[in-house]
């Protein structure tokens, strides 16, 4: 991350971010086999949001970045380029920061029942002063819908079968996507984390449900696991050597699992339904996938029945926070077609996979996908 920029993929990241804080925890899912590290035993000088797992605050961060337009220095003591621990300075803008979440806090729980219907997107969306002057220009001008919505308007007479039939059959068919059973994949990552340079990655995914990704680095290897039933990140970017993932996080780790053997994706989801929308002026299918108790999924199917993006959202105790991940560049490997090129974007930053090399159906050793060591820079020489 580069201090000072004003576009909305820095205000949690990887960095020890020390701020504003606390309030009953949001995200309630944790990695079954995990005690999450709480963000007030791993942070310094944590007030509000108190006792939440350290991806949901990081993710909490990301809220405030995007509903501003902020990034850390924003917000931080300007020595924080140079000196982590201040990041537990209070600010006048951490001091304001902390009313704000009481304020949201308080009408939700006066007006709404407790329930998350006021974030700080709500007011701020994108502006660190929120407007209080009628926009003629948006009341009077065209319409536009969000394609990445939440809410959607289904089709009750519409069936998600067809529709995954379709997907099937465009990737190459059920018996080719049956015959899949692993991959090895090698290409390039770049975003914030890079400063835009590109670097090498390495993706290793094991039917059904197993995928670890890893992130040259210059100073170390960025890994992050899913094993089946688990997720963590070992990266250096991160606030801590080593973070289970929790909630949205780890349904998210799962779900990215679960895409790179898609025949199984239905079934992930106990309901589905079937709407539409358009992205970049072209025509999509939306299928919304729900579970009980999780924040929902979208996926968007163009007109040749490939999924063109992905959409899912986080709880945090500010607020629902969305990851989308794009894909293009399909290309055919072993008569499955898979996206060669990956964008996700969320409130943290963006970062771009383009693959180089699939090799399918490689002998994977189950040992692979076990918790990774926490991330450490190696030694100077």
């Known amino acids: 991350m580069q201090f000072g920029w004003r576009s909305a993929i820095a205000g949690a990241m990887g960095t020890v971010i020390v701020c504003l804080v606390g309030l009953v925890p949001a995200a309630g ?11 007030d035993t791993v942070f310094k000088n944590v007030q509000i949001l108190k006792g939440i797992p350290v991806d949901e605050f990081m993710d909490a961060m990301g809220m405030f970045s995007s509903a501003l337009g902020y990034d850390c220095s924003n917000c931080h003591a300007e020595e924080i380029r140079v000196n982590r621990d201040a990041f537990a300075v209070t600010t006048p803008a951490i001091r304001r920061a902390r009313g704000m979440i009481e304020m949201m806090n308080t009408l939700n729980r006066t007006y709404f029942g407790g329930q998350p219907r006021v974030s700080c997107f709500t007011c701020h969306r994108g502006s660190y002063r929120p407007e209080i002057v009628p926009n003629l220009a948006l009341q009077y001008g065209d319409i536009m819908d969000d394609p990445n919505a939440m809410v959607i308007f289904p089709d009750r007479k519409a069936s998600a079968d067809p529709v995954f039939e379709k997907y099937l059959r465009a990737l190459g068919g059920p018996e080719r996507l049956a015959q899949l059973t692993s991959f090895v ?12 340079g590109e670097v090498p990655v390495e993706i290793v995914a094991r039917a059904p449900d197993q995928r670890i990704q890893i992130v040259h680095m210059p100073d170390g290897n960025g890994v992050k696991t ?12 991160r606030p801590v050597p080593l973070m289970p993932l929790t909630g949205g996080n780890l349904a998210g780790v799962r779900l990215e699992a679960l895409m790179s053997f898609p025949a199984g994706i239905q079934k992930a989801f106990s309901q589905w339904q079937v709407s539409s929308t358009t992205i970049d002026d072209r025509p999509v299918q939306i299928l919304q996938g729900t579970n009980a108790g999780q924040p929902p999924v979208n996926l968007y199917f163009d007109e040749s029945g490939l999924l063109t993006r992905q959409v899912r959202w ?16 399909y290309r055919d490997v072993g008569g499955v077609k898979i996206p060669f090129r990956t964008i996700v974007s969320w ?8 693959l180089s090399e699939v090799r399918p159906n490689v002998p994977i050793d189950p040992a692979r996908f076990v918790k990774p060591a926490p991330f450490r820079r190696p030694e100077p020489r």
């Open 347 to 354: 409130t943290d930053g963006q970062n771009t996979i383009a």
């Open 29 to 39: 899912q944790v990695a079954p086999d995990e005690n999450p590290q709480l963000s």
């Open 185 to 196: 994949a090698t290409g390039t990552y770049s975003g914030f984390n890079t400063g835009g």
């Open 314 to 329: 986080n709880k945090t105790a500010v607020g629902t926070v969305p990851t989308q991940t794009d894909y293009a560049d």
């Open 226 to 237: 899913y094993d089946g039933r688990n997720g963590w990140v070992a990266e250096p970017w």
